[in-house]
Structure formats: C-alpha cells, structure tokens
C-alpha cells in the first residue's frame, strides 16, 4: 500500500518500491509464486519474472473464494487500472 500510495501521489512508477516488496517476501521465505500480494508486487514492480509467477499462482490448487479473487485481480491485470481500482 506504501508503494501505491506514493505513485498516486508522485504520479511517478515506484517500481523500485515495489522489486523490495518482492524481495522482502523472498527474504522471509516466501516464495512469490505462492503469494497473491507477491505476485502484484511483481507486477507492479514490472519484474522479468511477474509474468511467470502470475502463470503458477493462477494454476496452484486453492479455495473456491480465493480462486475467484486470483482471478478477478490477475486475469486481465494492468498497472494504472489496478492502481486505480485501490487508489482512485
């Protein structure tokens, strides 16, 4: 959220900002692919490897609700809309 919350407010991407959200999950165990607020990070952050982890946490097994969620957030995910859908 401090990462968003700066863009909106700059109006500048805080892709660096978001690559340490990235490695601060990595950093404590994590592993991204499996970690829904990791993988927007990824994305925000416009990482090489976003793309991939979106693919792998889209296909990993999981509750109907969080399924769904995966889904409405990651299917057709584009920065400024997602920013914007959090941050209007």
């Known amino acids: 959220m401090r990462c968003m919350l700066s863009e909106r407010v700059s109006n500048q991407p805080q892709l660096d900002c978001y690559a340490n959200v990235v490695r601060a999950y990595e950093k404590g165990g994590a592993s991204c692919e499996r970690n829904l607020n ?25 509750s109907a609700a969080d399924q769904e969620l995966a889904e409405t957030v990651l299917k057709s995910f584009t920065r400024d809309a997602y920013l914007h859908s959090i941050l209007p």
């Open 38 to 62: 990791c993988v927007v990070a990824a994305d925000m952050a416009l990482l090489p490897e976003a793309q991939e982890y979106r693919r792998r946490y889209l296909e990993a097994p999981k």
